[in-house]
């Protein structure tokens, strides 16, 4: 089982970069994927990033995508989520999240059984 801890968020002007971490807990954090999800006031869940294992590579909700990146430092048990060019509809709850599955491009909250408490990104006009 893997706790996360997300922390970094905070109150940006738009056109301003946060980066967001997610900590997790467990010496097999190698075997998870980590994905990035955010929630709005009075909206539903929605996917903003997540890591592939079989090339390496991340996948971004368009909303994001050339903004956001996701990275992952393994020695330090830790993804990150760079943030540029905040816009106010990033406003949100960020979430990090992790699964099992070996490789997925799902964009799903029910891919992913483990979650953070949440951290507060707000982007003022």
Not at 12 to 28: D, F, K
Not at 74 to 97: F, G, H, R, W
Not at 105 to 112: I, V
């Amino acid at each position: 089982q893997v706790q996360l801890v997300e922390s970094g968020g905070g109150l940006v002007q738009a056109g301003g970069s946060l980066r967001l971490s997610c900590a997790a807990s467990g010496r097999t954090f190698s075997g998870y994927l980590i994905g990035w999800f955010r929630q709005a006031p009075g909206k539903e869940r929605e996917f903003v990033a997540g890591e592939r294992r079989s090339d390496g590579s991340s996948y971004y909700a368009d909303s994001v995508k050339g903004r956001f990146t996701i990275s992952r430092e393994n020695a330090k048990n830790t993804v990150y989520l760079q943030m540029t060019s905040l816009k106010p509809e990033d406003t949100a709850i960020y979430y990090c999240a992790a699964t099992t599955y070996y490789d997925t491009t799902s964009t799903s909250p029910s891919t992913y059984g483990y979650w953070g408490q949440g951290t507060q990104v707000t982007v003022s006009s």
